[in-house]
Nanobody, 122 residues
Framework: QVQLVESGGGLVQVGGSLRLSCVVSGINFSPNDVGWHRQAPGKEREFVATIRSGGDTNYHESVKGRFTISRDNAKNTGYLQMSELRPEDTGVYYC????????????????WGQGTQVTVSS
């Protein structure tokens, strides 16, 4: 069974930093894309960042220059380094892993972690 176990969330002051980790088991990690979404209080879930199997990255405009996504294939782990945190960064952060089903069509199954709470106080 595929499992995604997150850690690193917590309470931090404005301008501080946190590093989130997502450990994947039950599936080959290296061929698959990994990323993060978040859901702030009273808002819809939104994309944060992703890193593809080949290392290419994409970020939501609001976190560019502040967040860095990375991966360590030897440890089956994805990371999200968050700096210069703002109150609007507060929310539940969810890790995901996209497992390719059809290479030709681009179809994939998205596995989700349980989420970890990040709170930025002002």
């Amino acid at each position: 069974q595929v499992q995604l176990v997150e850690s690193g969330g917590g309470l931090v002051q404005v301008g501080g930093s946190l590093r989130l980790s997502c450990v994947v088991s039950g599936i080959n990690f290296s061929p698959n894309d990994v990323g993060w979404h978040r859901q702030a209080p009273g808002k819809e879930r939104e994309f944060v960042a992703t890193i593809r199997s080949g290392g290419d990255t994409n970020y939501h405009e609001s976190v560019k220059g502040r967040f860095t996504i990375s991966r360590d294939n030897a440890k089956n782990t994805g990371y999200l380094q968050m700096s210069e945190l703002r109150p609007e960064d507060t929310g539940v952060y969810y890790c995901y892993l996209d497992v390719r089903i059809s290479r030709s069509s681009g179809a994939a199954y998205r596995h989700w972690g349980q989420g970890t709470q990040v709170t930025v106080s002002s």
